[in-house]
DNA sequence: TGTAGGTGCGTACCATGGTACGGAATCAAG
DNA sequence: CTTGATTCCGTACCATGGTACGCACCTACA
């Protein structure tokens, strides 16, 4: 299993194929070389498992909240060892995956309390619409 | 208080300017007429509580998630008095932040847990690397 | 009345994360 | 050896939510 098209590297990871073909312009896949070729320009690039493992990394790294760049980022530490590093982006990434959680929380519950409170009667304003006005 | 600028507006609203224009051509916000105008089509836009009101909904409706999009459709629906549809939408978001608060409390855990190992020695591959790697 | 700073408007640009298109070349199957 | 599907590559476009710029005009304050 090691030398496959884009289009089977692609459904391996996941994704679709230009979006593989997108994050190798950003530089989070590499650019194998061309093999083949019969022409003077043409031949196909194929795929190996360590393109398969990157990709699962990019979507799991996403997964956990990750933008494109902190995984560009979080590859070169992969690749240069530095688990120090590695370690201050996860925990980084925890405290500010705690501080969404909380603002998502809270604002569910005043929604779900707002939208309690509207289904108890059709009088009078919507406590949805008001509350929404005073910020 | 009647009678504001749009920089007064847009600080009660707690946004900048440019972004009460963007929500206007948005049409989130409506365009007074232009009041004044000594030359033939000079004159400024005031503002009154009601814009404020608005405005304040729109940040009100942003922190719960809604889209601009969901925003104008309250908005409408605000006008029109459609309780029912307002409490939908409303429930509607509930259930879809109680799916992304799960979905953030996964990678929470699973983020911290792997931090937690790879803290513990700095022998062999990085835990946190690892786990992205199989997906 | 002079002038600094605000306003109006159109338009362009930004980041983020892709998705789509067109045309040539190449590959695989019959 | 032909045909149909893929690949490659550049480039353009999409949604989302703004932010910035340029330029004329307008308004408040000293």
Same mark, same amino acid.
Request: hydrophobic residues 40%; positive net charge; glycine residues 14%.
């Given at each position: 299993?090691?030398?496959?098209?884009?289009?089977?590297?692609?459904?391996?990871?996941?994704?679709?194929?230009?979006?593989? !073909?997108?994050?190798?312009?950003?530089?989070?896949? *590499?650019?194998?070389?061309?093999?083949?070729?019969?022409?003077?320009?043409?031949?196909? !690039?194929?795929?190996?498992?360590?393109?398969?493992? !990157?990709?699962?990394?990019?979507?799991?790294?996403?997964?956990?909240?990750?933008?494109?760049?902190?995984?560009?980022?979080?590859?070169?530490? *992969?690749?240069? @060892? *530095?688990?120090?590093?590695?370690r201050a982006?996860a925990t980084e990434?925890v405290a500010?995956? @705690?501080?969404?959680?909380?603002?998502?929380?809270?604002?569910?519950?005043?929604?779900?309390?707002?939208?309690?409170? $509207?289904?108890?009667?059709?009088?009078?304003? $919507?406590?949805?619409?008001?509350?929404?006005?005073?910020?």
């Open positions: 299993m090691g030398k496959m098209t884009i289009s089977k590297l692609a459904q391996a990871g996941g994704v679709g194929v230009e979006t593989v !073909r997108f994050y190798q312009r950003r530089g989070l896949l *590499d650019v194998p070389e061309k093999t083949g070729g019969t022409g003077l320009i043409g031949g196909m !690039r194929r795929y190996g498992e360590a393109d398969v493992r !990157r990709l699962r990394f990019i979507r799991g790294a996403k997964a956990a909240g990750f933008t494109l760049d902190q995984i560009g980022e979080l590859l070169k530490l *992969d690749a240069g @060892d *530095d688990r120090k590093r590695v982006l990434r500010a995956l @705690d501080e969404k959680i909380a603002e998502l929380q809270a604002a569910r519950s005043a929604l779900a309390a707002l939208a309690r409170d $509207c289904a108890v009667s059709d009088e009078g304003p $919507c406590p949805i619409v008001q509350a929404f006005e005073r910020g």
